[in-house]
């Protein structure tokens, strides 16, 4: 990783020596190259290898010196997450995308992000731009929609987008589930043995799969752009198994002749619950 030069603001130095005492101490850190302190503007100028110190790493030297670094502290409310990795997905990408980021944690349950930056450096646009090209969506404090509060409004429509996909789930999914396992169990007639009869699970399955369902396959391909993998690329992986290879059947009967789309269907529609 190629090295990062960044300007602190510094609160607290009241002559020249102050500034030279902060040079000092910065520079015994595994990793700073070069520090440069202006007493009349304020700022430390300093040079680092990324990968062997942080910011925060940089911030605390000067604060254990006796000195301040002015930074911002914010909280984002997040939206998109679907399990814990996501939220781990975002703070790396927070940290690895962004100079001046001094802390940044992301709390799962309560869906919000809290993050200290250096304000020259960084800006909460920027920490917003970076959220959602991992894939997620960050509220501003002082976004507004229509006069309502911007983090109820998000939540509700995620909320009304999350139940209308789990009740067309439910809808193809639940008479799907009851007809394969009637068949299985041999509840239903010969005729529940007929070919056409496939077809009609695999047409009850794949509205489940690819509309209930896609939330699930968009979250797995952006954990795994980040190179990591979580709860979305599980469900993903798992319903498609059944849905394609029930499909597989349906093409090539030679491979089988027992279908799984009601797997598939009841899998989606249950986590989406």
């Known amino acids: 990783m190629p090295e990062q030069k960044i300007t602190l603001p510094i609160a607290g130095m009241t002559c020249a020596n102050c500034a030279m005492n902060i040079e000092r101490s910065v520079k015994t850190l595994h990793g700073v190259t070069d520090v440069s302190v202006n007493f009349a503007s304020e700022q430390a100028s300093i040079n680092f290898d990324p990968e062997a110190l942080s910011v925060k790493d940089l911030v605390d030297n000067i604060h254990r010196s006796g000195f301040t670094v002015a930074a911002a502290k914010i909280e984002l409310p997040i939206t998109g997450m679907s399990c814990a990795n996501c939220a781990a997905n975002i703070e790396r990408a927070v940290y690895k995308k962004i100079t001046g980021i001094v802390t940044a944690s992301v709390n799962f349950a309560t869906e919000r992000l809290t993050v200290e930056y250096i304000p020259g450096v960084t800006s909460a646009n920027d920490i917003v731009s970076v959220i959602q090209q991992a894939g997620y969506h960050a509220i501003l404090p002082d976004e507004v929609v229509d006069g309502e509060d911007a983090e109820q409004a998000a939540r509700a429509a995620e909320i009304k987008d999350q139940t209308r996909k789990f009740v067309i789930g439910a809808i193809f999914a639940l008479p799907l589930f009851f007809l394969s396992m009637g068949r299985d169990f041999n509840f239903l007639g010969v005729w529940s043995h007929a070919p056409w009869v496939n077809l009609l699970f695999c047409a009850l399955a794949t509205p489940v799969q690819f509309y209930t369902g896609w939330d699930f396959y968009k979250g797995g391909v952006k954990s795994l752009k980040n190179k990591s993998a979580n709860m979305d ?17 349906l093409i090539f009967p030679s491979l089988g002749d027992h279908v799984y789309f009601e797997t598939s269907a009841v899998i989606i529609t249950l986590i989406k619950c």
């Open 233 to 249: 690329v599980l469900v993903a992986m798992g319903s498609s198994v059944a849905y394609f290879y029930s499909l597989a059947v």
